[in-house]
């Protein structure tokens, strides 16, 4: 059948269907970030720490840091590096232990060449502990991973490094304040990945301090919703890809 023409006699150009949008330029799924949760005051515990001890406030925010991430609708803590320090550990232990055990048994002199062993391969153990502890988990306190569906299997992995920045020697005084406070910095790192790593989705990195004395009232009493939200700040920034 011959295509109808209008008032003009020509016939109309044919129609083209409507092109769909690239699905390279649409972004990566985006899973819920920490500040989409919402905490009760009871779910809440009392943290107070001595403003005085650098360790008690980095500490502090360590495990509040870990709490908060490691809720259930965000990331899955991983123990690695905690599991590997243990096993080299109680290694270390079981060889004194087993070899003390043998050179009591046994007679000095033919015990000698055993103990030797045991004695240098106790040596390794604790030798190869503190040399994962400085070189490979280095400053990290928090490993987490979180997998979601939408369409395909996503993977996140975050890893978040902490220390503690000192007072420059112009603004040391006798009481703390948030002038003068040591900083609790961290780093994180960020990747979204599917197709088991394959492929990636996002990634990001970020590098942020504070003073320890917004956290952390006169009486050593910490804030947890002013910590947590800035922990929830840095981390949906970094898998936003807006860190720096």
Request: proline letters at 7%; glycine letters at 6%; charged letters at 25%.
């Amino acid at each position: 059948m011959a295509p109808r023409k209008n008032a003009k006699g020509l016939s109309p150009a044919p129609s083209t269907p409507a092109r769909r949008p690239s699905s390279v330029a649409s972004s990566p799924e985006k899973p819920p970030g920490p500040l989409s949760i919402t905490i009760s005051p009871e779910e809440r515990e009392v943290i107070k720490v001595n403003n005085y001890n650098v360790s008690e406030l980095k500490n502090a925010c360590d495990d509040a840091l870990k709490r908060y991430l490691s809720r259930p609708v965000l990331f899955k803590q991983i123990h690695l590096h905690t599991d590997v320090r243990l096993a080299l550990g109680w290694a270390g232990v079981f060889t004194a232990a087993a070899t003390g055990l043998y050179g009591w048994k046994i007679d000095f002199e033919k015990s000698k060449p055993g103990v030797w062993v045991g004695f240098i391969l106790y040596l390794v153990l604790t030798s190869l502990q503190t040399l994962y502890s400085y070189f490979v988990e280095g400053d990290t306190i928090f490993v987490g991973r979180r997998k979601t569906f939408s369409k395909r299997i996503i993977t996140e992995r975050i890893t978040i490094s902490s220390r503690t920045l000192p007072v420059s020697s112009s603004k040391l005084s006798l009481k703390p304040s948030p002038t003068n406070s040591p900083s609790y910095s961290l780093s994180i790192n960020y990747v979204q990945s599917t197709s088991g790593g394959k492929s990636l989705l996002a990634k990001g990195r970020t590098h942020e301090a504070k003073e320890y004395s917004a956290f952390f009232d006169e009486k050593g009493v910490m804030a947890p919703e002013v910590f947590e939200r800035w922990i929830g700040e840095l981390v949906e920034a970094v898998m936003e890809g807006k860190g720096a």
